[in-house]
């Protein structure tokens, strides 16, 4: 084929025309699925940086990664640099000095958060702020200011408040937290793990100092798919590939392949396009493609350079 043809061809890709959805459903399922891996692949990497950075930054402490992490991924796309400040000011090991406590531990989460401030007293709200006085002279934590947070329109269950609550209760149920997430294998096990329900106070309390109707206050499950895309597998990968246990990095893609597919806008739009993926690995691979050459760089989606978008033209080379 001539270099025009050539050019003729990403001309097509670019305005649409390859049906890049099309050509992935149209592979025989081997073929699909060596593309999608080198995807997950690529993707997993460019994520392992982000915990090698973590990892730097805790002093090579992994249940220290694993916590900043954690908080990483409880959070909204708004809130994690206040999540992960909030996790920076009140590490694991003071959390693990007052795991025999949860209250203790609550008072640290909210009083460093300064979220205890947006809310009427009670006697629950009393006790957490002169528990957080006396531990915060004990560990030496200043409080973050509340505009750090970004909480319009967030809806109760999302809101940081009771996604501390949970927090404080799953870093007080285990000293090896870390451990049992490198041997979840699964999406039941994600879930016996991360779907903690937040002390009996919130049951009956969507904030502090405010009654409600009262119901559970477990993190759903919605939430433990999330983490167990991009905490548990995310870890697995990465502690496997600093420690040399391939299993480990094995057991990152099955998980993968064991958890639904993702629904958001990217996936909706492959959807569209005649691809419906049966896993989070599929999902996974499919966010590679959309976030990394799908999406406009200078104006352009980056085609020529993607693995698709390659195969397509060297198809038509044919």
């Known amino acids: 084929m001539t270099a025009a043809h050539t050019q003729e061809g990403l001309e097509r890709l670019l305005t649409g025309a390859g049906d890049c959805g099309g050509y992935l459903a149209g592979l025989a399922p081997l073929t699909r699925s060596e593309v999608f891996t080198a995807l997950v692949f690529d993707r997993l990497e460019r994520k392992m940086r982000r915990v090698e950075a973590l990892h730097r930054e805790a002093g090579e402490n992994w249940n ?4 900043l992490l954690y908080f990483r991924t409880l959070s909204d796309l708004r809130n994690q640099e206040a999540y992960l400040r909030l996790a920076r000011l009140v590490p694991y090991k003071v959390v693990l000095r007052e795991r025999q406590a949860p209250f203790s531990v609550e008072a640290m989460f909210f009083g460093a958060s300064g979220l205890l401030d947006l809310f009427p007293p009670d006697d629950r709200t009393l006790a957490l702020r002169a528990s957080f006085e006396h531990l915060a002279a004990k560990y030496e934590i200043r409080p973050m200011s509340l505009d750090e947070w970004k909480l319009q329109g967030l809806r109760p269950a999302n809101h940081p408040v009771l996604r501390l609550a949970q927090a404080a209760a799953f870093f007080t149920q285990d000293e090896f937290v870390m451990a049992r997430a490198m041997a979840c294998r699964s999406e039941a096990d ?26 559970s206050r477990r993190l759903g499950s919605f939430k433990a798919h ?62 590679q493609l959309s976030t990394e050459f799908c999406a406009p760089v200078s104006g352009k989606p980056r085609c020529a350079s993607c693995p698709v978008g390659r195969r397509i033209l060297q198809a038509a080379q044919k």
Request: charged letters at 20%.
């Open 190 to 215: 994600v879930r016996r793990l991360f779907c903690i329900e937040a002390s009996d106070y919130w049951k009956s309390h969507c904030f502090p100092g405010l009654t409600d109707n009262g119901q």
């Open 226 to 287: 999330i983490i167990g895309i991009n905490l548990v597998a995310i870890l697995q990968f990465a502690y496997g590939s600093y420690t040399g246990r391939e299993s480990l990095r094995d057991h990152a893609l099955a998980l993968l392949e064991s958890l639904a597919a993702e629904e958001n806008r990217f996936i909706a739009g492959w959807c569209d396009r005649g691809l419906r993926p049966a896993s989070a690995f599929d999902t996974q691979a499919l966010l």
């Open 64 to 67: 220290q990664t694993f916590y």
